[in-house]
């Protein structure tokens, strides 16, 4: 057994020899591997148990067949010859045979291992960062996204702490508590609106939710200069909405809302034969309810709600709401226009003012995606497209994350450091709007925080969890696919609420443009090699003056 003992350590050396090619590998692989050695940790411990009670087994029948054929011991006596057995024989076996069936657990189980890791060493992969083949460094000549050289000059840790700390924690550290603010003042606007409002005439409003930047506390300066508040709208008692989906390889991801009578039948035991307006007799001719014919007249265009006409009754309703509340607040409210949200401005007697949005939103089914009546990116749409917006769902993720995960984590840290960079480069007054945005920066967080244990996001590892994220969508350049976080994405918890539709879909590629523009691509190029200068004009060491 000793010598077996050794014979399995020395290989167990060898299969886990260092790489010596590149000690860094691609996060899919890094995932992969780390899962296959939980499995095969879990293998080699229900097979070591195996082994033990079958040789256990096997000493215990041994010694039965031994009694009942009145057979002695091998340490004894038998007709005044000592037995001469093997040198490595164990207690209770004879001969070669014997020694070779107690151990052949041992070698079966050897060799599975070695399969196993064999198998495992062949299926990582290393990322073409110090070797590559031709093709690829053809590629990267072409497109030099990323390379290993501004890795080796990265800033250190206190570096990171010092930008963060005087450029992003100054400017935002009383964010918490205007975010909290924000969304006080906005319920209490809502509950005035419910107060002025008919449940069987209006449009119901439901409790608000905050989101982006500033509500998922990675905002910098110039993402919370407008807080946005997603306001969910349900039809009046008596109406329902009907979504129709637009077929997303069409182009943008909207829907319409159709307005329909709700059937009453199954909800309201009527007397006798009766029948509801909706299965009313054929013959006669259709009464409309009150609320339904006043929904389609002010709010509806073809039957369908109408975002410019929505958002315009509610300005009007919120305008009214705050006359009920105005006695409460220190500061003068106004509505500037708009036709996607109710946008309201906050004026204090210091000169300070708060920039907020309300966007109205239509839920899907029973998930955290709506439809909603403003456009992120402010594309042009008709005025009865809502586009669909997954902000909910994105905001319940990193809430999610940061419930789980380790106190202090740096995965904010990290996106609010590249965004502030970002906000630092200088922009020609001719340019034209950047190509990569802070939503293509968030997904890559989002991707890395699937893919990485929350354990290696502690506050310690900002450094290399800061270059982990800019290679990742340095790599997303290179090959032109950045995959969209909640659509087609099979590592998503199933606590998060989406369509089914959603899992069993095929990736949505955020950069599909940048393969058919490749003006669009280059300038995305230029821009992550700016942000790349940034990040290495920061001190490599401890910066001076730091507490």
């Known amino acids: 057994m000793a010598v077996i003992s050794l014979l399995f350590l020395a290989v167990m050396y060898v299969v886990h020899h260092p790489l010596l090619v590149s000690d860094r590998m691609d996060l899919d ?22 082994f033990e009670e079958r040789k256990r087994a096997a000493e215990q ?42 151990n052949l657990w041992n070698v079966g189980l050897f060799c599975l291992f070695l399969l196993f890791e064999l198998l495992r060493q062949s299926m990582q992969h290393e990322p073409g960062f110090e070797s590559s083949s031709d093709e690829e460094e053809a590629e990267i000549r072409v497109v030099p996204v990323t390379s290993c050289s501004w890795l080796t000059d990265f800033p250190s840790q206190e570096a990171l702490e010092f930008f963060y700390e005087h450029n992003v924690h100054s400017a935002t550290r009383d964010l918490p508590c205007t975010c909290e603010f924000v969304e006080s003042f906005v319920d209490d606007l809502i509950e005035a609106c419910r107060m002025l409002s008919r449940r069987e005439a209006h ?47 069409l182009g943008r991801r909207c829907g319409c809302v159709l307005v329909e009578l709700e059937c009453m039948c199954k909800c309201e035991k009527l ?8 299965h009313q007799n054929k013959n006669q001719p259709a009464v409309p309810r009150r609320s339904n014919s006043s929904i389609k007249a002010s709010l509806c265009t073809s039957s369908h709600l109408d975002v410019h006409k929505t958002v315009q009754w509610f300005r009007n309703m919120v305008g009214n709401a705050w ?46 995606v ?7 990116d402010q594309e042009q749409l008709t005025s009865v497209n809502w586009p669909e917006s997954f902000a909910a769902c994105e905001h319940l993720f990193l809430k999610l994350v940061g419930r789980f995960a380790p106190e202090n984590t ?104 940048l393969v058919l523009n490749t003006t669009a691509h280059s300038q995305a190029v230029e821009e992550f090699h700016n942000l790349l200068t940034r990040v290495r004009t920061l001190p490599c060491g401890s910066p001076a003056g730091t507490h």
Request: charged share 20%.
């Open 410 to 513: 740096c995965h904010l840290k990290c996106l609010q450091i590249i965004l502030s960079l970002r906000e630092l480069q200088d922009i020609s007054p001719g340019a034209s709007c950047p190509v990569l945005t802070s939503y293509h920066f968030k997904t890559a967080l989002m991707h890395l925080l699937l893919r990485l244990p929350l354990t290696d996001w502690e506050p310690g590892l900002l450094s290399q969890r800061l270059q982990d994220l800019l290679w990742f969508l340095g790599r997303g350049l290179q090959q032109r696919s950045l995959h969209h976080f909640l659509i087609g994405n099979t590592f998503l918890p199933l606590t998060i609420p989406i369509p089914k539709t959603f899992r069993d879909a095929e990736p949505v590629n955020l950069f599909q443009h």
């Open 370 to 376: 709506y439809l909603v009546s403003q456009a992120p």
């Open 323 to 368: 006359a009920l509340v105005a006695h409460k607040y220190d500061f003068k409210l106004s509505l500037p226009p708009s036709t996607t949200s109710c946008k309201l401005r906050l004026d204090y007697r210091s000169g300070r003012f708060l920039s907020i949005s309300l966007v109205l939103g239509v839920q899907r089914e029973d998930t955290l």
């Open 271 to 278: 007397p006798g034969d009766v029948l509801c307006l909706v």
């Open 61 to 102: 029948r041994q010694k039965a067949e031994n009694f009942w054929r009145g057979e002695t011991p091998s340490d004894q006596l038998v007709l005044g010859k000592k037995d001469m057995g093997w040198p490595f024989q164990a207690d209770g076996q004879e001969g070669p045979l014997g020694w070779m069936l107690g």
């Open 29 to 50: 692989t890094l995932a992969r591997s780390r899962q296959l050695e939980k499995r095969m940790s879990e293998e080699m411990r229900q097979l070591e148990i195996e």
């Open 203 to 249: 449009l119901q409003l439901e409790d608000c939710l905050g989101i982006g930047a500033a509500f998922e506390k990675w905002g910098t300066s110039h993402e919370t200069q407008t807080f946005d508040i997603l306001v969910p709208i349900v039809p009046p008692q008596g109406s329902i909405f009907v979504l129709e989906m637009r077929d997303p390889a």
